[in-house]
């Protein structure tokens, strides 16, 4: 494996705690030893953020935990049986592999042999892009042909695209997110092919590793392109039958990064998918979505309240009491997606930024108002303090406690009295 170039200016290479990690690991300072690999050094490689920072070894997994504890530092086995160890130094984890080969794969999971061969371990990783490697010194080794292929924005499959696949079907989608993010251009044909055959192992993979897997797909620039070539050729089927299509996606990433609002992956989702109650139910169903998710998309397909670029801030501030801060933008994003008309563009604009600083306000009555003006304790008073609520939010969230007593006691004797 020969030496190629060097990583420059990268701050994680040589951060205290990177190089806490480093020297358990390597203490002769022998490049052969250990290594930095896959997404931090493409990343570094491509001048983009470097999120995780992953390692690998020649060291056995169990030889790992006893240099990182002699060392001083926490060792937590998050994958002692395929290798994996994470390290943690001033609070930052760091997950370390050790160099493998597979021996047995099912396309779900992958029974694996620890070896001391850097490029073999390279030959089991997915895309070449990903199987570049740095030692502690920024020097990159290149055993497969990952670096030309960064640069030029191709996600290629490492050797045959078929075997690759059938060893995990995930790499299916992760062709795709991969391509999304890095790729310039039309996808390999070679490895595009080979996904559109391997389709039927999609639904093999359990929903939670699915749906991480295409959250992150959705969080690209060029997620709606790569999804609309997904449903085109009909590789959602089983993953996510509930796509209606990319074109409300599409305007929704238009608007996200053209006003520069933060990419925000499960609305992104929502305006993939049909937006009805039993689509959500289904998905959630199928993928494990968490309450929080499954609860979010729920709200979006079951509230009803139409929403409009011209309403006016009493509408607004009304639509925004009842549905509460994140439906109403959310409902408002999906809905300017939505609308065809370009012209409408600051209307919603403006709508967003009122939307974004709008502060609840807080209901100045309580049981105790209620029950002093005579109305007696039970499902009658909830009723009363809604009506009066009704009331407060029609005059415009009035701060004049006085008026909103005299309302209390004019419903009062209106229904009870």
Same mark, same amino acid.
């Not at 030496?3 to 205290?16: P, V």
């Not at 794969?105 to 390279?122: I, L, N, S, Y």
């Not at 990419?263 to 998905?283: M, P, Q, T, W, Y």
């Not at 604009?349 to 209901?363: D, G, M, S, Y």
């Given at each position: 494996?020969?030496?190629?170039?060097? %990583?420059?200016?990268?701050?994680?290479?040589?951060?205290?705690?990177?190089?806490?990690?480093?020297?358990?690991?390597?203490?002769?300072?022998?490049?052969?030893?250990?290594?930095?690999?896959?997404?931090?050094?493409?990343?570094?490689?491509?001048?983009?953020?470097?999120?995780?920072?992953?390692?690998?070894?020649?060291?056995?997994?169990?030889?790992?935990?006893?240099?990182?504890?002699?060392?001083?530092?926490? @060792?937590?086995?998050?994958?002692?049986?395929?290798?994996?160890?994470?390290?943690?130094?001033?609070?930052?984890?760091?997950?370390?592999?050790?160099? $493998?080969?597979?021996?047995?794969?099912?396309?779900?999971?992958?029974?694996?042999?620890?070896?001391?061969?850097?490029?073999?371990?390279?030959?089991?990783?997915?895309?070449?892009?990903?199987?570049?490697?740095?030692? =502690?010194?920024?020097?990159?080794?290149?055993?497969?042909?990952?670096?030309?292929?960064?640069?030029?924005? $191709?996600?290629?499959?490492?050797?045959?695209?078929?075997?690759?696949?059938?060893?995990?079907?995930?790499?299916? %989608?992760?062709?795709?997110?991969?391509?999304?993010?890095?790729?310039?251009?039309?996808?390999?044909?070679?490895?595009?092919?080979?996904?559109?055959?391997?389709?039927?192992?999609?639904?093999?993979?359990?929903?939670?590793?699915?749906?991480?897997?295409?959250?992150?797909?959705?969080?690209?620039?060029?997620?709606?392109?790569?999804?609309?070539?997904?449903?085109?050729?009909?590789?959602?089927?089983?993953?996510?039958?509930?796509?209606?299509?990319?074109?409300?996606?599409?305007?929704?990433?238009?608007?996200?990064?053209?006003?520069?609002?933060?990419?925000?992956?499960?609305?992104?989702?929502?305006?993939?998918?049909?937006?009805?109650?039993?689509?959500? +139910?289904?998905?959630?169903?199928?993928?494990?979505? +968490?309450? @929080?998710?499954?609860?979010?998309?729920?709200?979006?397909?079951?509230?009803?309240?139409?929403?409009?670029?011209?309403?006016?801030?009493?509408?607004?501030?009304?639509?925004?009491?009842?549905?509460?801060?994140? %439906?109403?933008?959310?409902?408002?994003?999906?809905?300017?997606?939505?609308? !065809?008309?370009?012209?409408?563009?600051?209307?919603?604009? *403006?709508?967003?930024?009122? *939307?974004?600083?709008?502060?609840?306000?807080?209901? =100045?009555?309580?049981?105790?108002?209620?029950?002093?003006?005579?109305?007696?304790?039970? !499902?009658?008073?909830?009723?009363?303090?809604?009506?009066?609520?009704?009331?407060?939010?029609? @005059?415009?969230?009035?701060?004049?406690?006085?008026?909103?007593?005299?309302?209390?006691? @004019?419903?009062?004797?209106?229904?009870?009295?």
């Amino acid at each position: 494996m020969g030496k190629t170039e060097r %990583l420059q200016n990268q701050d994680w290479l040589h951060d205290a705690a990177t190089a806490q990690v480093v020297q358990a690991l390597n203490p002769s300072q022998d490049g052969t030893l250990v290594r930095f690999v896959g997404g931090c050094v493409r990343n570094a490689l491509l001048g983009q953020p470097v999120e995780d920072i992953d390692l690998a070894t020649v060291h056995e997994p169990k030889a790992v935990i006893a240099l990182l504890e002699a060392a001083g530092l926490q @060792a937590v086995p998050t994958g002692l049986a395929h290798g994996t160890i994470t390290a943690v130094a001033q609070g930052k984890p760091f997950e370390i592999t050790t160099l $493998r080969a597979d021996i047995e794969t099912d396309g779900r999971r992958a029974k694996v042999a620890f070896t001391r061969d850097w490029r073999e371990d390279a030959e089991r990783r997915d895309f070449t892009m990903n199987a570049i490697y740095a030692d =502690p010194d920024g020097m990159l080794f290149d055993p497969v042909g990952g670096i030309a292929d960064a640069k030029a924005g $191709r996600v290629q499959f490492i050797g045959d695209a078929d075997a690759r696949i059938m060893e995990d079907y995930l790499r299916i %989608l992760r062709f795709f997110r991969f391509n999304a993010r890095y790729a310039t251009g039309a996808p390999d044909e070679t490895g595009f092919t080979a996904c559109v055959r391997a389709a039927h192992g999609l639904k093999q993979l359990s929903g939670e590793r699915v749906q991480a897997e295409f959250l992150k797909l959705l969080k690209a620039d060029r997620a709606a392109e790569v999804v609309g070539m997904m449903i085109d050729h009909d590789l959602l089927r089983d993953i996510l039958p509930e796509a209606r299509g990319a074109e409300a996606l599409a305007h929704l990433i238009e608007i996200e990064t053209g006003h520069l609002f933060t990419c925000d992956a499960e609305l992104r989702l929502a305006a993939l998918i049909e937006n009805s109650e039993a689509a959500v +139910s289904a998905l959630a169903q199928r993928w494990k979505l +968490s309450n @929080a998710l499954r609860n979010r998309l729920l709200a979006i397909a079951q509230h009803t309240t139409e929403l409009v670029c011209y309403l006016s801030m009493r509408e607004t501030r009304r639509a925004l009491y009842q549905m509460g801060q994140q %439906l109403f933008l959310d409902r408002l994003m999906l809905t300017w997606a939505a609308d !065809p008309k370009t012209s409408n563009t600051v209307r919603w604009r *403006a709508l967003h930024a009122v *939307a974004e600083t709008w502060e609840r306000p807080v209901f =100045p009555l309580t049981g105790k108002d209620a029950l002093a003006a005579g109305v007696p304790p039970g !499902p009658e008073m909830g009723r009363v303090l809604a009506e009066v609520e009704d009331w407060w939010v029609d @005059a415009e969230f009035t701060e004049d406690k006085f008026s909103l007593i005299e309302r209390l006691k @004019a419903v009062v004797q209106a229904t009870i009295i």
